[in-house]
């Protein structure tokens, strides 16, 4: 989930490199929740999955991983030394797909290349964890529990009574 999690995190950005194991992580995970979409779509309509027309529940999951799909795509192209533009090759028809999934199931360039450091995998062989990329910090949780945050105080704001 941490693969999936970070390849929505990462929603715009498309600077840096992801790992062969994060993208396919993330398309397996984007798989099962479009199948919860078109199971949801069955349920509430009562009309069998159809690839022609999408309900809303399959359409929302499309639509909202849109975005983030692209990025992830650009990124693992960088993870093989290639430019984010040759995503452009899905534009043919059936080569196009197949030269995406052979690029995309290649290993990474081992070491540093012009997009950047590779990024660690969750749980390699030495046991070491998935560290974020140096820069990018996400925060979680509620104000009061972030370092150097102060803790929301209601009386603080100004009180205003109604007649």
Known sequence: MRAYFDGLLRYFEMSGRSSRR???LYQLVLLVIYAVGLYADWRTTGIPPNPQRHGF?????????AVPSMTLTVR???DIDKSGWALWVLLIPVA???AMIVWC?????????QYGEPVPLDGDADGSAYEPPP???VRLGRPAQ???ATPFDPSSLPTQRFI
């Open 76 to 78: 693992r192209l960088h």
């Open 146 to 148: 972030r370092a150097g």
């Open 96 to 98: 196009g797909l197949i």
């Open 105 to 113: 199931a290649r290993a990474s360039t081992p070491g540093a290349n």
């Open 135 to 137: 820069g990018r910090v």
């Open 57 to 65: 529940f399959a359409a929302f999951v499309l639509i909202f991983h």
């Open 22 to 24: 994060q993208f396919w």
